[in-house]
Structures are given as C-alpha cells and as structure tokens.
Antibody
Framework: EVQLVESGGGLIQPGRSLRLSCIGSGFGFGEYAVTWVRQAPGKGLEWVGFIKSFLYGGTTEYATSVKGRFTISRDDSKSVAYLQMDSLKTEDTAVYYC???????????WGQGTLVTVSS | DIQMTQSPSTLSASVGDRVTITCRATQSINGWLAWYQQKPGKAPKLLIYSASSLESGVPSRFYGGGSGTEFTLTISSLQPDDFATYYCQQYNSYPFTFGQGTKLEIK
C-alpha cells in the first residue's frame, strides 16, 4: 500500500526555521517526484514546490511566496523528502501536505498533512 | 504566475442534480489541468488529470473538459458523498497554481 507520512510540524516563532519530513512507503520512492502543498486555516490549497526524481535531475521548483526561504530536498536511501522552511512568517501557518507525482504528472497519493503554526 | 479562477465559489445543489464548475486560466495551459476533491480535515483526492482523464477508481459521473484557458468539471448526477470542495490546478508552467476552490453544498 502506498503511504506518505509527514512529520515535523508544530508551533514556531516568526523568523525561526523548521524542517518537515515526508516518508514514503509501498512504492519505489526514488522513482517519483514529490510535491508539497499547504493550506492555511479555512483557506484554499497553495502549491509550495516540488522536487523531481534524480532520474530527471532532482531539480526543484518553488512558489513565488516561498522562493528563497524554503528548500526541498530528498534522501532516497531513506525514502524521505524534506521541506526546510527558513525565515518563517505568520502567513506560513498552514497544514503542509506532501504528495507523490505519478505517471503523466498525476498527483495521486497524499499524506495526511502536518500543521505548522507560526506565532510569537 | 498563471492565475486560476474558479466559478462559482459556492454552489448549492440537490442529490441527483447535474452541476458544472468552471476554471479559467490567465494564459493557455495546454490541457495540463487537474481537478481535486477535498473534504474537511482530509487531504485532497485526485479526480481528473490532463483536463479530461478520469483517475482510476473515480466514479464515471465525474468528467472534465475544456481546452486553452477554460475548463470544466461536471458531475452528472450528484450523490451524497460528492458534497465537498473542488479545486482545479494547472501544471503547465511553474509555479503550479490552484484555483481558489468551489464549495459544493447541499441545497
């Protein structure tokens, strides 16, 4: 069974850093791109960024709102993707989801999400 | 960035109704569009990809259409489980962007 599990969320002060993890199981993790999407309380979905598989260069792309502050990386030996969030702002408060990008760019499996609250 | 605008923002309908949600992009996205369903407290679920391809396991009452900058998601006969929020997303060019969502409510 394909599963994605996020962890690392919590309460953090503005300006600090936090790293989220996304562990995949039940599939060849290294063969797939991984996407991060967030959802502020009561709001819609916002694409955060993604990382391609190393087969396709392992390159990353980011939303304009997080570029330069957030970094996505992966360690396929551990079947994990990371979202490093620096210089956090109150507007970064959201549930963060990781998801798998399958064939034909289908975002077909999602984790349950982890809540990040940025507040003093 | 490509902006995605969904209409309506809220839709009230009854079981058995046929409903259509529209998603417009600020430039052509070459059919690289997905539709997701989300229920409260849950992760989104992929319904449609490549504008009109039905994801495996999704009921055939859902279908997507459109091209260029205008796309639609139609539910042919609403079932009780379909009341949720629906999002479109373009993945033609970075950054990928979502519509603001359409909440489908029971009338």
């Amino acid at each position: 069974e394909v599963q994605l599990v996020e962890s690392g969320g919590g309460l953090i002060q503005p300006g600090r850093s936090l790293r989220l993890s996304c562990i995949g199981s039940g599939f060849g993790f290294g063969e797939y791109a991984v996407t991060w999407v967030r959802q502020a309380p009561g709001k819609g979905l916002e694409w955060v960024g993604f990382i391609k598989s190393f087969l396709y260069g392992g390159t990353t792309e980011y939303a304009t709102s997080v570029k330069g502050r957030f970094t996505i990386s992966r360690d396929d030996s551990k079947s994990v993707a990371y979202l490093q969030m620096d210089s956090l702002k109150t507007e970064d408060t959201a549930v963060y989801y990781c998801s798998r990008v399958g064939t034909q760019w289908r975002v077909d499996y999602w984790g349950q999400g982890t809540l990040v609250t940025v507040s003093s | 960035d490509i902006q995605m605008t969904q209409s309506p923002s809220t839709l009230s309908a009854s079981v058995g109704d046929r409903v259509t949600i529209t998603c417009r992009a600020t430039q052509s996205i070459n059919g690289w569009l997905a539709w997701y369903q989300q229920k409260p407290g849950k992760a989104p679920k992929l319904l449609i990809y490549s504008a009109s391809s039905l994801e495996s396991g999704v009921p055939s009452r859902f279908y997507g259409g459109g091209s260029g900058t205008e796309f639609t998601l139609t539910i042919s006969s609403l079932q009780p489980d379909d009341f949720a929020t629906y999002y479109c997303q373009q993945y033609n060019s970075y950054p990928f962007t979502f519509g603001q969502g359409t909440k489908l409510e029971i009338k």
